[in-house]
C-alpha cells in the first residue's frame, strides 16, 4: 500500500482585520479616556450628593490617570482640565459618548503645547463677560450683573495664581481695558479699571 494521504488543513489566513497600529492606540486612548472620565464623575458625583469619595473610589481614579498617562502623556490633566469647565462632559464620556470629550481634550493639549491660545480664551472670555455684565446692568439686571461680575473677579483671582498666563497677558493690556498703566500688578491693574472688589469678585458700585 501506499503511504497515507495526510490531510493539511489550509493555513489560516493571517488577520486581515488586524487593526493598523495608529488606529489601535487610538481605540486604546478611547478605552483609557472612558476609564477615566467614569472614575472621575464618581468622585464629582459623590461630592455633588453632598458625601465624600470613598477609598476605592480614589484608587480607581489614580489607576484610570495611570492607564491613561501609558497611552497618552498628559492626557488625564488635559481631560481634568476640560472636564472642570464643563461639570457634564465626564459623565458623557464615561457612558460611552467621546467625541465632545475628545474634542475638548484636543484643546486643552493644543492650550499647553501653545499657552498663547490660552492668553487668547481669557480676553476673549473676559470682554464677552464684561459685555454681559454692561447689558445687564444698562437692562435693570443688578442681581445677574453682580452674578457676572464675580465670575470676572474669579477669572482675576485665578491669574494671581498663574504667573506664565500672567506673563502672556503683559503686552495685551488695551484688550483687557487697561487705558493706562499704573505699576500695579496686572491683576489689580485689571480689577482698578473694571471695578472688580478682588477676593469677592463683587463690582464696586454696583
Known sequence: ??????????????????????????????????RHARAFDAIVTAQNEGGKWSPEQATKLNRARDAFEEVRPYGWRDAEAAYKKDTDLAHEAGSGRVNRAIRALQLETEIHNNPAILADRFIERWQSLDRTSQRQYQAGDIMESKATRRQMGEMLDGLHRDPQLESLLANRKRELGIAFDSGRR?????????GIDLGRGRGIGI
Open 1 to 34: 500500500m501506499g503511504g497515507e494521504i495526510v490531510r493539511r488543513e489550509p493555513a489560516a489566513p493571517e488577520k486581515a482585520a488586524t487593526l493598523d497600529p495608529e488606529e489601535a492606540l487610538k481605540a486604546t486612548r478611547t478605552r483609557a479616556l472612558v
Open 186 to 194: 496686572l491683576g489689580d491693574e485689571i480689577a482698578f479699571h473694571a
